[in-house]
């Protein structure tokens, strides 16, 4: 027998903090699964992959976890002694131990769940709060939403909690709001049919907004109908409010959210100050962001991307998941803008605009060639060879790839 599955748990444990440390709130879930196996007594990991980090709630994510369990590959084989076991046979007998761990940005813990299953039943359940410095603090499940707020610092899923803030005010009599984080709120109001119950629902934003010690005071409102008129497909109320869903497509309720595009910045600032980048606006009430260095940077409109995340159900942290995207963008920009001013060093490069790469030749003032370094296709590979490199960018910037001259 080599090793048990608290070993393993725990090497994994150190490697899942390294992770955290590493990428910050862009760190994905990260879980295993371990058995027995019935003929050398190995503890053998049967996968280490839930790409997956967005959960509607906490229950979502262990029927997940518990789901993979059941349904892994009819035979598989043990890593060690090379014999098979078969799934049906061993569901009934072999222990399965599940170690799962999802990012609290908000908080910056990382919640990590340990389950114990046999004969195709849960048996435990043990969760736990990770900090940066390695403290645990022990987590009982099952939780509510707003249990989970009370232990953790944060909700785990603010379209669970609009779930049961719904259920405390159904039907709606009047307006209520449910504070999700500082300066982010959900609110309902019965629908409105005159001049003063506008101005009453407004009244209502005001002072709620007005409580809060965040930093702004410009607000922004967006429904969670706007998912139709936008036509959101994806993570909509429809999906996570099943219960309410026909009442809020055709009445005229409100349930909506109240967030500061201010307090997102901020929080954006924040999170992106280990990436080695900054974050800018012109102006404070500018909705356009500019994310990068001094010389290469790209930008988005961050006031948008902070009402597709309310009306989709997530957080100020949740709605990061958009901002990825442009980190990574920034960084290929960069990346991909330094390699090309070495490998064609027998052109003039300048950078323009924050990712424009402007060739000359040595001596020339005319461009030969500007590539938006921000246009190219996405680069997944490391292509550490500069071949490899050449063979991918030439044909989207019109390089020879013998010469390594523009073509006319
Ligand atoms: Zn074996």
């Not at 410095?133 to 249990?147: D, F, V, Y």
Request: net charge negative; glycine share 6%.
């Amino acid at each position: 027998m080599t090793g048990s599955w608290e070993q393993e748990v725990r090497n994994r444990q150190e490697f899942r903090a390294q992770m955290v440390r590493n990428f910050g709130f862009t760190v994905m879930d990260h879980g295993v699964a371990l058995t027995c196996c019935p003929h050398c007594s190995t503890v053998s990991a049967l996968n280490s992959a839930f790409p997956d980090s967005d959960w509607n709630s906490l229950p979502h994510l262990v029927s997940v976890i518990e789901a993979f369990v059941d349904s892994r590959p009819e035979e598989m084989t043990c890593t060690v002694c090379k014999e098979p076991f078969a799934r049906e046979a061993d569901n009934n007998s072999s222990d399965y131990w599940l170690w799962h761990s999802h990012f609290l940005s908000e908080v910056k813990q990382d919640l990590q769940l340990l389950i114990h299953r046999k004969y195709g039943k849960t048996a435990w359940i043990e969760g736990m709060l990770v900090s940066s410095t390695g403290e645990i603090k022990p987590l009982t499940l099952p939780l509510s939403e707003s249990e989970f707020k009370v232990r953790a610092g944060c909700f785990f899923s603010v379209k669970q909690a609009w779930s049961d803030f719904m259920r405390e005010h159904w039907p709606i009599s009047q307006f209520a709001a449910l504070q999700i984080s500082e300066g982010y709120y959900l609110v309902v109001n019965p629908p409105i049919n005159a001049d003063s119950d506008l101005q009453l629902f407004k009244d209502n934003c005001v002072q709620l907004v007005g409580k809060s010690t965040s930093a702004s005071n410009q607000y922004e409102f967006a429904d969670l109908s706007w998912a139709d008129s936008w036509h959101f497909e994806e993570n909509t109320y429809h999906q996570w409010l099943s219960d309410y869903e026909s009442d809020l497509a055709s009445s005229e309720i409100i349930a909506g959210v109240l967030a500061s595009p201010q307090q997102f910045y901020s929080i954006m600032q924040r999170e992106l100050n280990s990436f080695d980048c900054w974050l800018r606006r012109d102006g404070e009430n500018n909705p356009t962001a500019f994310l990068g260095d001094d010389e290469y940077y790209v930008s988005f409109d961050y006031r948008e991307y902070l009402i597709n995340a309310m009306i989709k159900g997530y957080s100020y942290w949740g709605a990061l998941r958009f901002v990825e995207p442009i980190l990574e963008l920034w960084e290929q920009t960069r990346a991909v803008g330094e390699r090309l001013k070495k490998i064609l060093g027998h052109y003039n490069c300048v950078v323009f605009g924050g990712h424009y790469l402007q060739f000359r030749n040595k001596g020339g003032k005319k461009i030969v060639r500007e590539v938006d370094l921000a246009g190219l296709a996405e680069c997944d590979d490391e292509l550490e060879e500069d071949s490899a490199f050449i063979a991918w960018i030439a044909p989207q910037i019109g390089l020879n790839t013998q010469t390594l001259k523009f073509r006319s």
